[in-house]
T-cell receptor
Framework: DTAVSQTPKYLVTQMGNDKSIKCEQN?????MYWYKQDSKKFLKIMFS???????INETVPNRFSPKSPDKAHLNLHINSLELGDSAVYFC????????????FGPGTRLTVT | GENVEQHPSTLSVQEGDSAVIKCTYS??????FPWYKQELGKRPQLIID?????GEKKDQRIAVTLNKTAKHFSLHITETQPEDSAVYFC???????????FGPGTRLSVLP
């Protein structure tokens, strides 16, 4: 019974394509996040959703759009993929905003060629 | 916004020795300071956290100290074991979920 799951685990695609990464949590948490981890292992928060409301929207390109159909799901859609988008993307969830333990998904390794 | 610095970037210790990782933050509104461990190819996992009303917290071999005046906090691992080898991230956040920022990470290697 996985707490936070992501699909796909690996994603290889060409520049200019549009792709989506799905995330689901079965912990009953109210808040979900998307992080990008680059090749140097820097973890940067991209978005967070609390009860379906976007709370943090960092300075990410508007090619990235989070979509939350319900509080158990937060999907990440990326348009017009670029080489620099290659990274590992982690979804996470927590009981509430920021000051609670965040449970991370297994990550999606995106490679743009 | 918040800026979190972390030192050292890499740390090698002999098994059984102690390891210390230090972080500084810039936003005085930050009051929650978690530490995450990420093993190779795995997801980050919380190992310990501290809030601003506490100066020190211990959990078995790991401890965290916080100096709010100086805006720095540290992770201490005693009696290190090979399974402690991982990348460790500190982070800082405020009560409202704004400015949640991870440090750049420390790669700890425990040599047998």
């Amino acid at each position: 019974d996985t707490a936070v799951s992501q699909t796909p685990k690996y994603l290889v695609t060409q520049m200019g394509n549009d792709k989506s990464i799905k995330c689901e949590q079965n912990l009953g948490h109210d808040t979900m996040y998307w992080y990008k981890q680059d090749s140097k292992k820097f973890l940067k928060i991209m978005f967070s959703y609390n009860n379906k409301e976007l709370i943090i929207n960092e300075t990410v390109p508007n090619r990235f759009s989070p979509k939350s159909p319900d509080k158990a799901h937060l999907n990440l859609h990326i348009n017009s993929l670029e080489l620099g988008d290659s990274a590992v993307y982690f979804c996470a969830s927590s009981l509430g905003l920021a000051v609670y333990e965040q449970y991370f998904g297994p990550g999606t390794r995106l490679t743009v060629t | 916004g918040e800026n979190v610095e972390q030192h050292p970037s890499t740390l090698s210790v002999q098994e059984g020795d102690s390891a210390v990782i230090k972080c500084t933050y810039s936003d005085s509104a930050s009051n929650y300071f978690p530490w995450y461990k990420q093993e190779l190819g795995k997801r980050p996992q919380l190992i310990i956290d501290i809030r601003s009303n506490v100066g020190e917290k211990k959990d078995q071999r790991i401890a965290v100290t916080l100096n709010k005046t100086a805006k720095h906090f540290s992770l201490h691992i005693t009696e290190t074991q090979p399974e402690d080898s991982a990348v460790y991230f500190c982070a800082a956040a405020d009560n409202y979920g704004q400015n949640f920022v991870f440090g750049p990470g420390t790669r700890l290697s425990v040599l047998p």
